[in-house]
């Protein structure tokens, strides 16, 4: 009888320690599971960077022009060919598609829906009579260095033409598991010796950040 108690205590303590021990690894993996569904919902990727190549006066005009260095990455983090553009003046905007998917797409990490979708379009300066405006991609296209491999051009080239269609028209975007498409124009004023760097949000929309170059860089002619 009494090896029979030992027996049976042994076997309940055995139990119980499997059950505490599944209920231990069960929280483990839903805390990390939870805590990669927030990195990804607040995680953000570099997709250009701007610096000021050149400032010049014309005492003439009245003007000052300053010429900037805007550059791209694409979707494996290389960067694209760089653009040049000059402005007189220096608060610089950045006109943009973005279409921001459903967090359901964000939190599982989808290959092309698990972070918002971008097209840059113009650089521009607004003035009192009218504006100056450089443009960067064209409209209704994919432009290169955007394709995400695994995903047919067809769908990518199909998103960007039916743009306002998922911005005017809530029940289609739903329909494919968009949050909402809008049009964006972040910037700032730009200078001489700082780093502009544009992210997006996985699940919102674009941004400006701003720092001072390495030393090792200033003064030279930068090229990235």
């Known amino acids: 009888m009494r090896k029979f108690l030992v027996k049976f205590v042994t076997l309940i303590v055995v139990v119980s320690l499997l059950f505490i021990s599944f209920y231990v690894i069960k929280s483990i993996i839903e805390s990390r599971s939870l805590k990669k569904i927030i990195q990804r919902l607040t995680a953000d990727s570099r997709i250009a960077e701007v610096v000021v190549t050149d400032v010049k006066s014309d ?11 805007f550059f791209e990455y694409d979707t494996k983090m290389k960067p694209l060919s760089p653009k040049y553009f000059t402005f007189s003046g220096n608060i610089i905007q950045f006109q943009s598609m973005v279409i921001r998917f459903d967090d359901f797409y964000v939190k599982k990490g989808d290959r092309l829906k698990g972070k918002s979708a971008y097209v840059f379009m113009k650089a521009f300066t607004l003035k009192d009579n009218g504006a100056e405006v450089f443009d960067i991609n064209k409209t209704n296209e994919v432009p290169s260095g955007y394709e995400v491999e ?56 674009m941004r400006i950040d701003a720092k001072p170059l390495p030393d090792i860089l200033k003064g030279e002619k930068l090229s990235f």
């Open 59 to 69: 005492p003439v005009k009245n003007k000052t022009y300053t010429t900037i260095k």
């Open 150 to 205: 695994g995903v047919t051009k067809k769908f990518e080239k199909d998103l960007w033409q039916k743009f306002w269609k998922y911005a005017l028209e809530g029940d289609e975007a739903k329909r494919v598991g968009i949050k909402n498409a809008q049009i964006e124009a972040p910037g700032t004023r730009f200078v001489p010796g700082m780093l502009y760097t544009i992210y997006i949000e996985h699940d919102g929309g």
